[in-house]
């Protein structure tokens, strides 16, 4: 079981940056494969960036490519998304997710852990 908690979501202006963290329990965060999903409203939940277990591969939506940074430290258990030039339609809640294979995924129904989710606005 693994239990995940975002942080660092809020308000920011269009072309702002903003950086989420997401701490896992556990001792073996290096054998999950990490996610960042996100869901606006009256929207179905996407695929944002995710991270394999080691941090070899790393993987983006073309939506967000270039614009946003995903890593990890297994050291302290922590996966991050650091976003940049955002942009109003970035506007979601943001979800941090685990899967229980190291390989990365895409796909939401990859994953099996999912964390609360933190709210990110852009305005414009």
């Known amino acids: 079981q693994v239990q995940l908690v975002e942080s660092g979501g809020g308000l920011v202006q269009a072309g702002g940056s903003l950086s989420l963290s997401c701490a896992a329990s556990g001792r073996t965060f290096s054998t999950y494969a990490m996610g960042w999903l996100r869901q606006a409203p009256g929207k179905e939940r996407e695929f944002v960036a995710t991270?394999?277990?080691?941090?070899?591969?790393?993987l983006y939506a073309d939506s967000v490519k270039g614009r946003f940074t995903i890593s990890r430290d297994n050291a302290k258990n922590t996966v991050y998304l650091q976003m940049n030039s955002l942009k109003p339609e970035d506007t979601a809640v943001y979800y941090c997710?685990?899967?229980?294979?190291?390989?990365?995924?895409?796909?939401?129904?990859?994953?099996?852990?999912w964390g609360q989710g933190t709210q990110v606005t852009v305005s414009s």
């Open positions: 997710a685990a899967r229980s294979v190291s390989r990365a995924a895409i796909l939401t129904t990859r994953y099996d852990y």
């Open positions: 991270i394999s277990g080691s941090g070899d591969t790393t």
